[in-house]
């Protein structure tokens, strides 16, 4: 893919990564039976990677905007900047 923004709009560093979220299944566990059970966390968590999708889309697609998946990408560069670039195939 070709980024139409390839360098940072604040540091001009060029794209690093693209910004992206998976879900995914944190472990709960609980020490008593019952209403009002206070629960925490296990430890493990099960990434469902084959879901997982640039993290503009998924705001978009929560907000119901209908977007072609090649069109946009959130990325980013090494100092923690993110920018949306348009994708050329
Ligand atoms: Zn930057």
Not at 12 to 23: F, G, K, M, R, T
Not at 46 to 52: C, G, H, M, P
Request: aromatic share 6%; with cysteine.
């Amino acid at each position: 893919m070709t980024l139409t923004i390839p360098n940072c709009p604040t540091c001009q560093e060029i794209a690093n990564h693209s910004v992206d979220l998976a879900p995914g299944k944190a472990g709960l566990m609980n020490q008593e039976q019952g209403e009002n059970v206070d629960f925490e966390y296990a430890g493990d968590t099960e990434i469902d990677w084959d879901s997982q999708t640039n993290a503009l889309l998924v705001v978009l697609r929560a907000v119901g905007e209908v977007v072609n998946a090649a069109d946009f990408i959130l990325v980013g560069c090494s100092a923690g900047h993110q920018w949306i670039s348009g994708v050329q195939p």
